[in-house]
């Protein structure tokens, strides 16, 4: 399926973007299929209790009547989320 994508589409210019959640999750890939795709890993560290309280504050504003939640419910939730901002917004 590869190759004749390869063959098809070579006078175009062509991107894939992987993401996972799992940090080796290329590794199942046959060798073949990874040579192919030349991958390069981009990890994203987890985001700092300081960082994930201006982003929650940010979506929140957009979210919410002002002063409905409070500051330390923030607080709690930048530190619960453990660097995730998703586990955050969900808290």
Same mark, same amino acid.
């Given at each position: 399926m590869i190759s004749?994508? *390869?063959t098809y589409y070579r006078e175009y210019r062509y991107g894939l973007i992987l993401a996972s959640t799992h940090c080796h999750a290329s590794?199942?890939?046959p060798s073949r299929i990874k040579s192919i795709l030349a991958?390069?890993?981009i990890e994203?560290?987890?985001y700092k209790p300081y960082e994930l309280l201006d982003i929650l504050k940010?979506?929140?504003e957009f979210a919410f009547r002002p002063n409905s939640? *409070?500051?330390e419910l923030f607080r709690i939730a930048s530190l619960a989320a453990e660097g995730d901002a998703r586990v955050g917004l969900e808290i």
């Open positions: 004749k994508f *390869s590794i199942d890939l991958l390069t890993e994203f560290p987890a940010d979506r929140v939640i *409070s500051k």
